[in-house]
């Protein structure tokens, strides 16, 4: 971590929830703003293809709790 980074971090830590929140917030904002054209359009090529495949019965789709479990035992 940089130096300015460990102070900013702490300053932010001195911050109620509310203006870290705020802080936080705008900080992902800032990120989404900084994405590449391109891969910002691929994603969206890509969550368009599954929600179509979802919709038309295609999507093979496995219940949460069968993803957390094996995600589980994989990290055990």
């Known amino acids: 971590m940089s130096e300015l ?3 900013l971090s702490r300053k932010a830590r001195r911050l109620t929830v509310e203006e870290r929140a705020q802080l ?3 900080l992902l904002e800032s990120v989404a703003r900084d994405v590449d054209p391109d891969v910002q359009t ?3 090529e890509e969550i ?3 929600v179509a495949r979802y919709e038309s019965g295609e999507a093979d789709l496995v219940p949460a709790e069968e993803v957390f479990a094996a995600a589980h035992r994989l990290t055990r």
Do not use: F, Y
């Open 5 to 7: 980074l460990a102070e």
């Open 48 to 50: 368009s293809a599954r």
């Open 42 to 44: 691929a994603w969206e």
């Open 24 to 26: 936080g917030q705008e």
